[in-house]
């Protein structure tokens, strides 16, 4: 069994930067692929970034390339989501993901467990 608790999120003003943390419980950290989610009001939850195992590969949604950068220590079994130069369309809740697979996924269903998620608001 895993546990992921995220933080960082807040409310914040466009332009703005945040930088949302995920750690995870256990001892299997470092051989799962994470990934972080969001989900706007009214719309289905969507991929946003992803990491391998290792955190030599990462992926991002075309929206938020160049803004957003996802990194990892494993040695602090946690996951960030470095987040610059906010949109208001960015607010959502994000949710970490932990999947066994060596590289991330896009689909949800490819992710073993979840965090509960953390709220960003951007005001415009």
């Known amino acids: 069994q895993v546990q992921l608790v995220e933080s960082g999120g807040g409310l914040v003003q466009a332009g703005d930067s945040l930088r949302l943390s995920c750690e995870a419980s256990g001892r299997t950290f470092s051989r799962a692929a994470m990934g972080w989610f969001r989900q706007a009001p009214g719309k289905e939850r969507e991929f946003v970034a992803g990491?391998?195992?290792?955190?030599?590969?990462?992926y991002n949604q075309d929206s938020v390339k160049g803004r957003f950068t996802i990194s990892r220590d494993n040695a602090k079994n946690t996951v960030y989501l470095q987040m610059n130069s906010l949109k208001p369309e960015d607010t959502a809740v994000y949710y970490c993901?932990?999947?066994?697979?060596?590289?991330?996924?896009?689909?949800?269903?490819?992710?073993?467990?979840w965090g509960q998620g953390t709220q960003v608001t951007v005001s415009s």
């Open positions: 993901a932990y999947t066994a697979r060596i590289k991330p996924a896009t689909a949800e269903y490819e992710y073993d467990y």
């Open positions: 990491i391998s195992r290792s955190g030599g590969r990462t």
